[in-house]
């Protein structure tokens, strides 16, 4: 492997007989990241390293409620700043008490507004509420969800309310785990509640909902039958569904075939039975209900042990995704240091064979 974390070991680089680089290991007090081939060990700073100064005081000014110093650490965040380890090294011991929903259905089912009222409805039961608005289609922050920050306007004078965009960033996966980070860093600043819209249902948007205790499936009737939801694979993330446009025919009849889908699932007195609810969120018919249902969820989240084992699983990949994004970076530059390249030499002259090849680099 690539990165190898050796506890109560320190690394050194060596040459074997044949010329062979790799590195040793001597026993030490040190945690050590080994970054690849020709690299020096570097030693870790560990968790209990100081916080540079600027990045504190961005911390605290955040925490005191400067909307700039938030804007900005979510900017390193978004942008895999060179500052992102000290950041969330400084906000995570902060983070752990918002409560995070996840609201998604078809594109145009209305998500937006319906994300819009349910932050009236939180404001006047006093929650600070954060949004944030994830499109993957988007190349880049805010472009499709700006007529959204529009119909939001009503927001914008209320302290208590925190909007942001997320567009695409860097590869696949890398935008459900910055959203997971902005999430994070929300929840740090105090956020009550942190409302997150993924537009469509394609695999970004159910990765990003993975972060979301509650997730709110929002459908229309014309949206057609309940089949799709099966086929989105809906059913399986959905925590509450939402049949939003009531106003429209055929309204009842999703409802009925919504419920009959629900209580074909397998259900005992301990298990959270999805409740599907009316909404017209337009004229904010049906969202105080749907506002009350999320709180039964996340109420059961606590009693039932569920909000516990989430949060584990979302911390198992949270970590997961750190390692792979690390893999991914020092993998793409496995061949560009002089070991590497004398590597490709060896492959292209048939005296290595492509699986030894990588049986080296994973060695080092
Ligand atoms: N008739 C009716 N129209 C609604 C209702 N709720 C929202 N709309 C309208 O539906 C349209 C789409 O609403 P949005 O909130 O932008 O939907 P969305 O799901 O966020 O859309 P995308 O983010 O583009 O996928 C808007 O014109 C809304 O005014 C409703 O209950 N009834
Ligand atoms: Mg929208």
Redesign the pocket.
Known sequence: MFLRIVRGFSAFPAKSRSGERFYAARRGPSLWYTGGVAKTPRKLDGAKGEIPERIARLISDMRSGKRLALARLISKVENRDEDLHEVMRGIYALSGKAEVWGIT????????????RLAVHLRERGKRVAIV?V?PSSPFSGG??L??RI?MQRHTSDDGVFIRSLGTRGKHGGLSHATKEVVLVLDAAGFDVILV?T??VGQTELDVLKLAQTVIV?LVPESGDSIQVMKAGLMEIADVFAV?????PEADKLVKELVTMVGMNDHDENSWIIPVLK?????D?GVKELTDAIASHQAWLTKSGHREEKGRRFLKEEVLDILAERLERTLAGAFETRSGQELLEQLLRREIDPYSAADVISRV
């Open positions: 259905g078809p594109p145009g089912a209305g998500k937006s507004t319906m994300v819009d608005a499109d499709a969800i007529g959204d119909r819209e537009a469509g929002t939003n446009k009531a106003d429209r909404t017209e969120a337009v004229r018919v």
